[in-house]
């Protein structure tokens, strides 16, 4: 993550850094975003479609494996500074 961020914040307004719960939280939102980054236009319905057929259960998935819930505490510091 933190090599991702370092090479983003040099593409500067050519990179783009989404969480990926975030994404599942609000698809229709981050897709647009992204449409937008890369100026592309979407048709009618299309973010819609496309954010429908996201699996929102998969936010923050890693706690509900006890193992790496486990793991998680441990470096939960490190997930702090990104957010989780």
């Not at 890369?38 to 496309?50: M, T």
């Amino acid at each position: 993550m933190k090599e991702a961020r370092e090479r983003v914040a040099e593409l500067g307004a050519r990179g783009i850094e989404i969480k990926y719960e975030d994404f599942l939280e609000n698809p229709n939102d981050v897709l647009k975003t992204l449409y937008d980054f890369c100026g592309l236009v979407a048709h009618k319905g299309e973010i819609e479609k496309s954010a429908s057929q996201v699996n929102k259960s998969r936010g923050y998935a890693f706690l509900k494996d006890p193992e790496l819930k486990a793991y998680s505490t441990v470096i939960a510091d490190r997930l702090k500074s990104y957010g989780y």
